[in-house]
């Protein structure tokens, strides 16, 4: 009931394409749902997160979609560039304790 | 990167040897916690610490334990390392509570032989 599972594994897109990565959770204690931006040889960063009260939000390319009766979230990067090429971590976690749960990652290679 | 550093950034290491793995934060956060990553787990939370003395175990602490005597240091120990311990490490702060942006430091590789 703690996982996030998360798709696809490896993802290439061609410059100005649309991403798509999706996740999916269990449990419904879950109120927070970040996306963690992680470059080579760096830190995983926060890119975009939502709370379940609403089912989108967009930040420049970056739109979150939730679906909560469904329990399925999905990042969207839209015109996506060489520089969006890293991994992407979705997670969830909720008010009942202090633990944040990471989807298995997405490793994005946008082509040129 | 929220003003946390992670020390040594890399290490190499015997099986059998004990290593300390150092955070520092200078945000003044107080929740503070270690990932470990590896190739197709994400990162899985080892031990996390709510406040000065207080911590707690993730979904991987076996083998690690956890000492944080000043807000902003926290200490991850592998008792005795094993091969299976060798992966990327990674120490992350957050001011609230979990509904919350954590900030992640850049990492130490840690090799045991």
Same mark, same amino acid.
């Given at each position: 009931q703690q996982q996030v599972k998360q798709?696809?594994? =490896? *993802?290439?897109?061609?410059?100005?394409?649309? &991403?798509?990565?999706?996740?999916a959770y269990e449990n419904t204690a879950f109120d927070y749902f970040p996306w963690y931006q992680q470059f080579p040889g760096k830190g995983p960063a926060l890119l975009i997160a939502i709370r379940p009260d609403? =089912? @989108?939000?967009? @930040?420049?390319? /970056?739109?979150?979609?939730?679906?909560? =009766?469904?329990?399925? /979230? &999905? *990042?969207?990067i839209m015109d996506s560039q060489p520089g969006d090429s890293a991994t992407y971590f979705c997670a969830a976690s909720g008010m009942g304790g202090f633990k944040t749960i990471f989807g298995a990652g997405t490793r994005l290679f946008v082509k040129a | 990167d929220a003003g946390i550093t992670q020390s040594p950034r890399h290490k190499v290491t015997e099986t059998g040897t004990p290593v300390t793995l150092r955070c520092h934060q200078t945000e003044n956060h107080r929740?503070?916690?270690?990932? %470990?990553? +590896?190739?197709?787990h994400g990162l899985r939370l080892i031990h996390y610490s709510y406040g000065v003395k207080d911590t707690d175990k993730g979904e991987v602490s076996d083998g690690y334990s956890v000492s944080r005597s000043k807000t902003e240091d926290f200490l991850l120990t592998l008792e005795s390392a094993t091969s299976s311990q060798t992966s990327v490490y990674f120490c992350a702060t957050g001011a609230s509570k979990v509904? +919350?942006?954590?900030?992640?430091?850049?990492?130490? %590789?840690?090799?045991?032989?």
């Open positions: 798709s696809p594994q =490896s *993802l290439i897109v061609q410059k100005g394409g649309i &991403s798509i990565i999706n996740c609403v =089912s @989108e939000k967009k @930040e420049g390319r /970056f739109t979150i979609s939730f679906n909560k =009766s469904a329990k399925q /979230f &999905s *990042l969207h | 929740y503070m916690y270690w990932y %470990r990553q +590896d190739p197709g509904s +919350d942006t954590q900030y992640f430091g850049p990492g130490t %590789r840690l090799t045991v032989l």
